[in-house]
């Protein structure tokens, strides 16, 4: 089974500046993906970025960004230029690649609440 | 392109009755996974449909159950409810494959009185 843990139950951060969101996991799975999902107060949860593991090079999305350490098992989301739409509940989630079948569970961590102030 | 939509979007209901969530998927998208989420809390897988055969499931009791239709929109149903099943009920959609991103409705908020 895997487990998904994120250390920060709330993070703040000044607009625009740049703040770093933790995650860890735990699987004895090799091949799999991992992602960094945004729940605003509207409720929708919104994919901000995802990472294959089998790729060594980190993610990037416009602002957004990880730093995926595979050995340690940690997967952080770096947030450049924080504007006040950033304010959410971040979610990490881990899914293992099912290779040719369509079964893909996500593990999601117990969240981190972001704050952005202006 | 149609997104992930669920209805209703908040329902009140009563221990030991019964509730029927529904859920469209995007435009395309043959799997749907439904998970549930406690307040304050991470969501948990419910269980995922493929081809309307379910095709996996978390730790949740059989009175959770579900359907997938030839359109592949779905149901979760709930039987005999109890306090702890209130939360947000979401549901996400994806093409197949291990590859590809779910993505997510807006959510049913049920509440048990």
């Known amino acids: 089974a895997q487990t998904v843990t994120q250390s920060q139950p709330e993070m703040s951060v000044q607009e625009a500046e740049t703040v770093t969101l933790s995650c860890t996991y735990d699987t004895s799975e090799n091949n799999y993906y991992l992602f960094w999902y945004k729940q605003p107060p509207s409720r929708q949860m919104i994919l901000v970025i995802r990472?294959?593991?089998?790729?060594?090079q980190n993610a990037t999305e416009n602002r957004f960004s990880v730093n995926f350490q595979k050995a340690a098992k940690s997967f952080s989301l770096k947030i450049s230029d924080s504007q006040l739409g950033d304010t959410a509940m971040y979610f990490c989630?881990?899914?293992?690649?099912?290779?040719?079948?369509?079964?893909?569970?996500?593990?999601f961590g117990q969240g981190t609440i972001l704050t952005v102030h202006p | 392109e149609t997104g992930v939509t669920q209805s209703p979007t908040h329902l009140i209901k009563t221990r030991g009755q019964q509730v029927t969530l529904r859920c469209s998927s995007q435009?395309?998208?043959?799997?749907v996974s439904w998970y549930q989420q406690a307040l304050g809390q991470g969501p948990q897988f419910i269980f995922q449909y493929y081809r309307e055969e379910e095709n996996g499931r978390g730790n949740f009791p059989p009175r959770f159950s579900g359907l997938q239709f030839p359109n592949y929109s779905s149901e979760l149903n709930v039987n005999a409810l109890e306090l702890d099943d209130s939360a947000l009920y979401l549901c996400a959609s994806s093409l197949s494959g291990g590859d590809q991103p779910q993505h997510f409705g807006d959510g049913t908020r049920l509440s048990i009185l």
């Open positions: 989630a881990f899914k293992a690649n099912a290779g040719g079948t369509s079964y893909g569970k996500l593990t």
């Open positions: 435009s395309g998208h043959n799997t």
């Open positions: 990472q294959e593991a089998y790729k060594q």
